[in-house]
């Protein structure tokens, strides 16, 4: 929201505070919170808790009303693969079940859109609605489908054991991380750009890691104005626009 407000959630108890006093605003029982679990401002007096329920791998979200001291749910239970395959971008929602990722507005969540997967697949949904499909089974490949069409198949070399989307920069351009066997570390990374207009990829950054980059669903977020580029081995840090591309080094 607008920082006004901070949430904290300590012995299944959630407490909005003011960040400019330091009061306590209002308190209520949210229950157990798993490691999945999260808890966003959707407004400065309304707090919205994605309840990720480990033992039954469902997210339920609900909002929690500052003035009235009240919940409301919002959707679900959404079947989850597991606690961290879901992902909030404004009021979006993308979630990843078993057999399938579901696409929801949480301003009307019975309207959904839902994309068969492979179970060992991850999916990227484009602004635009293309879906990105990231094949992880070697040899790796990632797909750029419109309307249930294959527009592009992108294919990557024989070392590369799996491929995350991390985020779109522009209107059809994807930050791709391909992930490679590494001798001194579990991993290493090379870091691309990926044209989804023509399925081409450049820009090689040899052990960059963009940060996030695990995510097994993802979308773009419009709070989201940069993404940072970590350099494995110097240890440097560079951030890129979303908007445009353009990269610069964090300064320290």
Known sequence: SDGSRAAVAADQILTIYDTRSGHALAS?????????????????????????NEGSRTLT????????????????????????????????????????VEL????????????PIGRDDGMWVMKD??????????????????????????????????????????DHRLLV???TPSRNERFDTTTYLLDANNGTLSGAMPHVFPAPAWGVVGMADPATTFRALLHRQSGQIDVMSVQSGAMRPLRR
Do not use: C
Request: aromatic share 8%.
């Open 28 to 52: 209520s029982r949210v229950g157990p919170l798993s490691s999945g679990s999260q808890i966003q401002f959707v407004a400065p007096d309304v707090a919205r808790a994605f309840l990720v």
């Open 61 to 100: 979200v609900r909002d929690f009303n500052v003035r009235t001291r009240q919940w409301t749910g919002v959707g679900g239970p959404m079947p989850l693969m597991n606690s961290y395959r879901y992902r909030v971008a404004g009021s979006m929602l993308l979630t990843r079940g078993p057999d399938n």
């Open 104 to 115: 929801r507005d949480l301003r009307d969540p019975k309207a959904l859109r839902t994309f």
């Open 129 to 170: 609605g293309r879906q990105v499909i990231a094949h992880y089974g070697r040899p790796v490949s990632v797909d750029i489908v419109r309307d249930g069409v294959r527009q592009h198949v992108v294919r990557f070399g024989d070392d590369v054991e799996s491929v995350r989307i991390a985020e779109e920069i522009g």
């Open 177 to 179: 991380a391909a992930v």
